[in-house]
């Protein structure tokens, strides 16, 4: 049921379509002639708008970071994880899923590291954190490389998740 100019008599904004659309019409009838009327449309609509967020909400985007492994604590001798601390020894390792090497800001980074030749993915980030000499020849990192193939994975999923 709509006003005269179009508008929902809920919330007078929307012209409808969510009415029309997605509540189905068993439950839209049960709202019209109900006691409870504007009440449970309000409910309805506002349960169909959160039902179609939800997914958004549970995106990786939004995601909290992994707890840090034990295995990092040789990595957070030299690297920062968190926004906007600043590089030390070694690059703030903060949001750089997805980038380049040689791409934090302010860092002197080895000219190997600056050919941006390596894109920190998880494949990469654990070559790397297994053997950072034969993964990027040329790296000034001082870490001879990580044997445990299950630690170089948490870590690397550790770190692909501080966004």
């Not at 600043?86 to 903060?94: R, S, Y």
């Not at 954190?129 to 994975?153: D, H, W």
Request: some cysteine; proline content about 8%; overall charge positive.
């Amino acid at each position: 049921m709509r006003r005269e100019n179009g508008t929902c008599p809920s919330c007078g904004v929307h012209t409808g379509a969510i009415e029309n659309i997605l509540i189905p019409r068993v439950a839209a009838n049960f709202a019209v002639t109900s006691g409870f009327g504007r009440g449970i449309r309000v409910m309805i609509k506002r349960f169909a708008i959160l039902s179609m967020l939800m997914p958004f909400a549970a995106s990786a985007a939004w995601a909290a970071p992994l707890p840090k492994p034990a295995s990092f604590g040789i990595c957070g001798a030299c690297h920062k994880v968190d926004k906007g601390a600043p590089n030390t020894i070694g690059p703030n390792l903060f949001g750089i899923g997805g980038t380049k090497s040689g791409e934090v800001p302010g860092f002197a980074f080895s000219p190997a590291m600056k050919k941006g030749s390596v894109v920190w993915n998880k494949a990469n980030l654990v070559k790397f954190i297994m053997e950072p000499q034969k993964t990027v020849p040329g790296t000034r990192m001082p870490f001879a490389g990580l044997k445990n193939a299950e630690s170089a994975n948490a870590i690397a999923d550790y770190i692909l998740s501080l966004k």
